[in-house]
């Protein structure tokens, strides 16, 4: 399992930046390999948000992104927000009593 971090600040109209990603989101849930995500808001700073996906592999992660799916529901989103995503591995999970 990997997991991509993509940060999204917002400079444009957060209507359609939110849109956007609804739309992205729909297409993403439907491709090989996705398994979950969390769109999260910084409380410090409003305009900012992480993205957080877990995907089967890197690969599957690679399809979709490549996809000319993607490339259609992308589209835009450069001129409402600066991205800057990353696929992760994970090393070590730490998991709180609260967690069980």
Same mark, same amino acid.
């Given at each position: 399992? $990997?997991? !991509?971090?993509?940060?999204?600040?917002?400079?444009?109209? =957060?209507? /359609?930046?939110?849109? %956007? !990603?609804?739309? !992205?989101?729909?297409?993403?849930? &439907?491709? #090989?390999?996705?398994?979950?995500? /969390?769109? !999260?808001?910084?409380?410090?700073? #409003?305009? %900012?948000?992480? /993205?957080?996906?877990?995907?089967?592999? &890197?690969?599957? *992660?690679?399809?979709? +992104?490549?996809?000319?799916?993607?490339?259609?529901? $992308? &589209?835009?989103?450069? &001129?409402?927000?600066? +991205?800057? #995503?990353? $696929?992760?591995? %994970?090393? *070590? /999970?730490? +998991?709180? =009593?609260?967690?069980?």
């Amino acid at each position: 399992m $990997v997991t !991509l971090v993509n940060k999204l600040t917002v400079t444009g109209d =957060t209507g /359609e930046f939110t849109r %956007i !990603l609804e739309k !992205l989101t729909e297409f993403m849930r &439907a491709q #090989p390999g996705y398994l979950s995500s /969390e769109l !999260l808001r910084s409380v410090r700073n #409003p305009q %900012i948000y992480l /993205e957080v996906a877990r995907w089967e592999t &890197a690969g599957a *992660h690679r399809a979709a +992104v490549t996809s000319d799916g993607f490339r259609e529901r $992308v &589209a835009g989103l450069g &001129a409402l927000a600066t +991205v800057d #995503p990353d $696929v992760y591995e %994970i090393l *070590h /999970e730490n +998991v709180g =009593t609260a967690g069980r």
